[in-house]
Nanobody
Framework: QVQLVESGGGLVQAGGSLRLSCVAS????????MGWFRQAPGKEREFVAG????????YYADSVKGRFIISRDNVKNTVYLQMNSLKPEDTAVYYC????????????????????WGQGTRVTVSS
């Protein structure tokens, strides 16, 4: 049984930073790409960032490119999302997700490709 547990959300002023963490368990973490998605109130869940199984390939939504950094530690079974220069429009519940297919070189932006999801961590950016 795969479990993903996010942490690190909170309230921050615009321009500030937060670092989200997601610890995975239940299968070989290092074999799977990981993704971060977010869902703002009244909106659909959207892709934020993805990282390949080895960490050599990363991909970002245009809205966060240059501000967010996704990384992973395959020893600690953890994926991170460093969020800098936060804006009020970044306010959302952030979810980490694990790919349904192993050894994907290019992380998918499609939520349907991810089989496992965390419970989410809320990020609120005040103006």
């Amino acid at each position: 049984q795969v479990q993903l547990v996010e942490s690190g959300g909170g309230l921050v002023q615009a321009g500030g930073s937060l670092r989200l963490s997601c610890v995975a368990s239940g299968r070989t973490f290092s074999s799977y790409a990981m993704g971060w998605f977010r869902q703002a109130p009244g909106k659909e869940r959207e892709f934020v960032a993805g990282i390949s199984w080895r960490g050599g390939h990363t991909y970002y939504a245009d809205s966060v490119k240059g501000r967010f950094i996704i990384s992973r530690d395959n020893v600690k079974n953890t994926v991170y999302l460093q969020m800098n220069s936060l804006k009020p429009e970044d306010t959302a519940v952030y979810y980490c997700s694990e790919d349904g297919r192993s050894f994907r070189v290019v992380p998918s932006m499609d939520a349907r490709e991810y089989d496992y999801w965390g419970q989410g961590t809320r990020v609120t950016v005040s103006s």
